[in-house]
């Protein structure tokens, strides 16, 4: 039996739509609003309405960007595909000190992305312990049937139906790592065929998981009829009426103002030295600089640089870097002076054409 077309593609969650009818923005069943954001503006400037399923985004991340409203401000940045395009969205909240648009998304999209086994047809993956079904969180087990052959192979494995309100669930008795999930709304047919196993329980999945066709030997004859009929009724009412497993619990907005200024006050390790110096403000004052300074000759490095701004060392730009604050052992601080003494008399005597006295004695020459 075959299910309403309208309820042959779960769309919402796996594309990207521009520009839709008013119709389409209509929540689906199952689908459900979680939180409602206003003032939001696509700072990217791209216009018309737009729906990005979860199952389309690549990643989420907080970057600074220039509004049209409001300036430099902190914005939602949602990378996307869907077929082989990339997009790239950039949502701004105009709404001074609200995090909802950061929170908001971002939880929603951690759940989705754990919750894939309510909506997607999974192989061969841990959910079956010591013969019974991991359930999931929304999950009721329904029935439970033994005795059934999955036909995948020309012997046939012999294991188990597990029936819940979310999806059907087949594992093999000998080895719990043969199995496989089918949710509900990945069906397209449930029907019972002839076979040349004889008669056997046939469940055909949509084109988007794979359009597999798995077939089952359920005996005696009655008992297969009868879970056939308890799939079929499942799959009719999950299909149009689907547990998609999102879950998540909006917070009160005074909640999540107190979110946000706790991230604003992070706590930093400072260096409350008495020498200490604001090497990086002191330079980033300059802005611009359209002239450089006098080249002068540093002996550290034994190359000619730009003069350093007055009240500041060479030492002070080196220790910008985290790990040259710290200062080195002795030990090693004098095997780094060996080692470029060695290398200033390797240079000192490639210059030299005249081999020196010792070098001649190593040579065997008279002097």
């Known amino acids: 039996m075959s299910r309403p077309y309208a309820m042959e593609l779960l769309w919402q969650d796996r594309e990207i739509r521009f ?194 066709v798995l077939g089952f030997r359920i005996d005696p004859a009655d008992k297969l009829k009868s879970v056939a009929q308890e799939l079929q009724s499942l799959q009719r009412v999950y299909s149009s009426d689907p547990v998609l497993g999102v879950q998540f619990d909006r917070l009160p907005e005074e909640e999540t103002r107190g979110l946000l200024v706790e991230q604003e006050q ?6 409350e030295g008495d020498e200490q110096k604001d090497v990086f403000a002191a330079y980033l004052s300059d802005g611009d600089k359209s002239v450089d300074r006098e080249p002068v000759f540093s002996p550290e490095l034994e190359l000619a640089v730009e003069s350093v701004k007055d009240g500041f060392t060479l030492q002070d730009l080196w220790a910008v870097l985290p790990d040259t604050k710290q200062k080195k052992p002795e030990q090693q601080q004098q095997q780094e002076e060996k080692e470029q003494q060695r290398w200033r008399e390797q240079q000192e005597s490639e210059a030299d054409p005249e081999p020196r006295q010792s070098q001649r004695e190593e040579l065997g020459e008279s002097s």
């Open 19 to 212: 520009d839709l009818e008013l119709r389409l923005l209509n929540l689906r069943p199952g689908e459900k609003v979680v939180d409602r954001l206003d003032l939001v503006e696509d700072t990217k400037g791209n216009n018309g309405d737009k729906a990005i399923g979860y199952n389309c985004v690549l990643c989420i991340t907080i970057k600074p960007t220039h509004s049209k409203q409001r300036g430099n401000v902190e914005a939602l940045f949602v990378l996307t595909k869907f077929g082989q395009t990339r997009f790239e969205f950039i949502f701004t909240s105009l709404e001074p000190g609200s995090p909802r648009l950061f929170s908001s998304v971002m939880a929603v999209h951690r759940s989705y992305e754990s919750s894939r086994a309510y909506r997607d047809l999974k192989l061969r993956t841990a959910i079956i312990a010591d013969k019974r079904l991991k359930l999931l969180p929304q999950e009721e087990l329904l029935s439970e049937v033994t005795g059934v052959w999955n036909l995948s192979s020309d012997q046939g494995n012999l294991g188990t139906f597990c029936v819940t309100n979310v999806r059907l669930v087949w594992f093999a008795t000998m080895n719990e790592a043969f199995n496989i999930s089918v949710p509900y709304m990945q069906m397209k047919s449930v029907r019972i065929k002839d076979s040349k196993f004889g008669l056997a329980l046939v469940v055909e999945t949509i084109a988007q998981s794979g359009g597999y």
């Open 266 to 271: 992070d706590d930093l390790e400072m260096d």
